[in-house]
């Protein structure tokens, strides 16, 4: 690493200490259904097409939002509206609108399918803000992941529409894989043509339906030419390409990102689960919710509780305790923690591959 990257590490870290402090709520997600119209291999909660757990009414979270809205400004709390899929909802233009009412800004991540033209327009009405589309590859790879014929072809219309839309923030988001690895670039020439400006790109971790599907995962070699196709795709500059929150990237930091990497699970975004748990974000395992707003209220959990988000010093042992990269990673992104807290995946190590890393 240079002295730039590390001038730079230094100051997102006395960055990220204020916020372990001060903890400003910035986003909240709420995961709205577990129904979805795929079948995708990847899918980190296990979705499945029928009813595995009963939509949460908009009423229950709402009221959550009123007691946000009664101690923080609410136009700097972002709601993000997630699943499964939120579309699949026959309510959701008017938990929307309420949202809107409330003066929260919010956002939706979707699939695509249900991402009619007719849609957007609605979801425009009720004061969408931001939307972020999943395109897993060309056709047959896309297919392929998302478990569903045609859903490649719904999802490219949605980000041709949405990609043209100057009112909100949008991206469409990959998930790298053994089979897409090789057509990034067509796929990056196919996003160009549809318009699309942001481009963010994760890998899978294994949890979820990944857990036990070995081509869902790159090589560790393959995992830096990732790093590099994302490097020089930002120097063309003729799309925005961007590397997920999957962990501390070492000399890659600050060149894959728009920002060095924090995990803000617990310091600036939170989540409302299906079931009313509350946690980080709902890509982590249920040991580290910190209440539910069935029987706690929402605002004392943000306020006193997280002591595992905002602490980290627990996770300074085994791997991360010999790791000279602690002070910058700080032990990973929570959601890369199993439910007893060890981390399942570290692409520091991937990257480095065992050499000795440098202060």
């Not at 897993?136 to 569903?148: A, Q, T």
Request: glycine share 8%; aromatic share 10%.
């Amino acid at each position: 690493m240079n002295l730039n990257q590390k001038l730079r590490l230094g100051l997102t870290r006395f960055v990220v200490d204020a916020q372990e402090k001060e903890h400003p709520l910035r986003q909240l997600f709420w995961e709205c259904t577990l129904r979805c119209n795929l079948k995708c291999r990847h899918c980190g909660s296990d979705c499945k097409v029928s009813d595995v757990h009963p939509d949460m009414p908009f009423d229950d979270f709402e009221k959550v939002l009123k007691l946000v809205k009664e101690v923080y400004d609410s136009h700097k709390v972002m709601i993000v509206i997630s699943g499964g899929e939120p579309l699949m909802r026959s309510d959701i233009l008017d938990c929307c609108s309420r949202i809107r009412q409330l003066e929260f800004p919010w956002g939706m991540v979707s699939n695509g399918r249900l991402m009619t033209e007719s849609m957007i327009k609605s979801l425009l009405a009720a004061g969408m803000r931001s939307a972020t589309i999943s395109l897993d590859g060309l056709e047959d790879d896309h297919d392929w992941m998302r478990g569903v014929p045609g859903s490649f072809k719904t999802a490219s219309e949605a980000i041709r529409i949405l990609a043209g839309e100057p009112r909100i923030r949008f991206d469409a988001v990959t998930c790298v894989n053994s089979r897409n690895f090789f057509r990034l670039e067509e796929l990056k020439e196919y996003l160009i043509s549809l318009g699309l400006k942001a481009w963010r790109i994760f890998t899978i971790f294994p949890v979820g339906r990944a857990a036990n599907d070995p081509q869902l995962q790159i090589t560790d070699r393959q995992y830096r030419e990732l790093m590099d196709f994302i490097v020089a795709t930002r120097k063309e500059g003729r799309i925005h390409l961007s590397y997920a929150c999957e962990g501390f990237l070492g000399e890659y930091e600050g060149r894959v990102r728009d920002h060095c990497y924090t995990c803000q699970a617990g310091l600036s975004i939170a989540s409302v689960r299906i079931d009313g748990s509350i946690s980080g974000c709902t890509s982590i395992r249920g040991r580290f919710d910190q209440g539910n707003i069935y029987r706690d209220d929402f605002i004392d959990v943000w306020e006193n509780r997280f002591e595992p988000f905002r602490n980290r010093d627990w996770m300074h042992t085994g791997r991360c305790g010999e790791c000279k990269a602690w002070k910058w990673c700080r032990g990973n992104g929570m959601h890369l923690r199993d439910d007893e807290g060890n981390l399942i995946l570290c692409n520091f190590e991937r990257i480095n591959n065992g050499l000795e890393y440098e202060n």
